[in-house]
């Protein structure tokens, strides 16, 4: 429990926000956090005052129950971020825990996309991206499309961007996960194919 409970802290302030806890003896805690979030300029809804946020809920290119995406990360937090940001999109996914299972369920199943952390045990995102495209290179055929890969990573310097190009991800996003940024590069991967 401690382990989450600092993960959790971890990333509400990588993200610019506050988090802390409300304890009555015997009673009980209330944990509560505050996260930053800016209104878009252009983005009100009508009928809406000037004080309000407008609250505008991306949504994808396409949907598919029957192709849904697969998500390759190993950390339960990220896991759960990712997974609300996709479902609160309108996104069908899929999660595995290591770079083995998503090559596992890329060979069993047919998906619209990969969002793959770079950094996992046993198979890190780098292999199994290795893996899926020697994968589609030896089962080739008229009319099969490129599955694109996102690469999702902490690391976000040049040289990592290149390494996650030359291994053939489609494009990434650096953690911690911007969710404009992530549904964004979804979209346009989603649109390319």
């Known amino acids: ?32 956090f505050v996260l930053p979030f800016t209104e878009c300029a252009d983005e009100k809804k009508e009928g809406q005052d000037g004080d309000s946020p407008a609250v505008e809920t991306v949504r994808p290119v396409r949907r598919s129950a029957d192709f849904p995406l697969l998500v390759a990360e190993d950390n339960t937090i990220n896991q759960m971020v990712i997974g609300e940001i996709l479902q609160q999109s309108g996104f069908a996914y899929e999660i595995v825990s290591d770079g083995l299972e998503a090559v596992e369920a890329f060979e069993k199943k047919r998906y619209s996309l990969i969002l793959m952390d770079c950094q996992m045990p046993n198979m890190d995102g780098f292999d199994a991206t290795k893996k899926i495209r020697e994968i589609e290179k030896d089962n080739f055929a008229p009319g099969r499309r490129r599955i694109p890969i996102i690469a999702l990573t902490a690391n976000a310097t040049k040289r990592d961007e290149e390494k996650c190009l030359e291994v053939g991800m489609d494009t990434y996003c650096s953690k911690p996960i911007n969710i404009e940024r992530l549904i964004a590069s979804v979209n346009e991967c989603l649109s390319a194919t």
């Not at 509400?12 to 009673?27: K, Y």
Request: proline share 0%; hydrophobic share 40%; aromatic share 10%.
């Open 1 to 32: 429990m401690r382990k989450f409970l600092d993960t959790t802290k971890r990333l509400v302030e990588l993200m610019g926000g506050e988090i802390g806890v409300d304890s009555v003896e015997h009673a009980g805690s209330t944990f509560w």
